[in-house]
């Protein structure tokens, strides 16, 4: 286990790279800028106008989200896998994803079939409220059985046939769909950061905050957690309450994250074994905002490799997030 002032260097050094890769980020491009004009766009210095435009409209928005979707799943992801004890646990293994997907599917494969797309209602919605709106009733259902099932395992098991269950209604939207929609549908399963305006930052920022604010409160219950269910109850802590605290963060990260990026996958699979191989620690006071900076630091490095290789964001967190799960189970070692 590292030391307090090894742990300090590694959060300084991963902070500087974050910075530097937040820049790269807003430099690369189809059109490359120079970080001098970066720096101009961002301190108000003179600029042409679209450079500007660039920069501060559409580029800084995603870097933004980016940052946003990488720390709020990671966080997410760390909190599952202390909360369930299990090393492959994710943001989205409540069925998460899969209600985002049925709430889009819904929206833009069941709506046509049923004649309404054109209703006010259904076009004032828009993808990513459906997508909300899908995985916030899917985790409502686990939060309400979470109330009468102790045991959290059963939990866990209820929120994956909760997902198998949704996929195969999704599949059948799928076949019956005409083409067009059914296009659309499979570009929003390959996730993207670049979708989100500026309106719907406002609404995905206070979210993505609200979460954190729920983790931090939730750091010492996780802490008591790692050494079983048994012992913390033994010390006094309310396990039905911290479950609950968990899986509103988790509404609030992935519900609202996929809603309106997609379902983006391994992030936060992959990134809390990632803090735990660099910082060698299992305490959630270094963890969560060791996990909440890698999670930043991976994000910007996939949307700068799928600009470079004009791929979905998706493809690029699953070649990078796999291996790290494969390595941790062959490996088969105790993390927590």
């Excluded at 300084?12 to 800028?33: M, Q």
């Amino acid at each position: 286990m590292y030391t307090a002032s090894h742990s300090r260097t590694l959060f300084i050094i991963l902070t500087l790279l974050l910075v530097l890769l937040f820049a790269v980020d807003l430099s690369a491009g189809a059109v490359n800028i120079p970080l001098s004009d970066v720096w101009a766009a961002l301190t108000g210095g003179e600029l042409p106008e679209t450079t500007k435009k660039i920069i501060l409209n559409i580029r800084l928005v995603k870097a933004v989200v980016a940052l946003v979707a990488g720390i709020g799943l990671s966080v997410s992801g760390l909190q599952m896998q202390t909360l369930f004890q299990n090393p492959l646990a994710g943001p989205y293994v409540l069925g998460i994803s899969s209600g985002a997907s049925l709430g889009v599917a819904l929206f833009l494969l069941g709506a046509p079939m049923l004649g309404t797309a054109a209703n006010s209602i259904f076009s004032t919605l828009g993808v990513a409220g459906a997508a909300w709106i899908g995985a916030a009733a899917v985790l409502l259902i686990i939060w309400t059985l979470s109330r009468r099932i102790k045991d959290i395992m059963v939990i866990l098991i209820l929120g994956m046939m909760f997902g198998s269950g949704i996929s195969a209604i999704v599949q059948i939207l799928q076949y019956m769909s005409n083409e067009n929609a059914l296009k659309t549908f499979v570009t929003w399963t390959m996730g993207s950061l670049g979708d989100v305006t500026t309106a719907q930052l406002a609404l995905l920022l206070p979210a993505v905050i609200a979460g954190l604010v729920l983790s931090v409160a939730a750091v010492k219950p996780l802490n008591l957690l790692l050494l079983g269910e048994n012992y913390a109850r033994t010390m006094g802590l309310n396990i039905g309450r911290t479950r609950q605290l968990i899986f509103l963060s988790t509404i609030l990260f992935a519900g609202t994250i996929t809603a309106f990026c997609g379902p983006i996958g391994f992030i936060g699979l992959a990134v809390p074994h990632v803090a735990r191989i660099i910082f060698r620690n299992a305490d959630h006071r270094i963890m969560m905002p060791a996990t909440a900076l890698l999670g930043a630091i991976i994000m910007l490095l996939c949307d700068l490799i799928s600009k470079m290789l004009a791929l979905p964001i998706n493809s690029i967190t699953a070649l990078m997030g796999i291996p790290i799960i494969i390595w941790v189970i062959i490996r088969k070692k105790n993390i927590f």
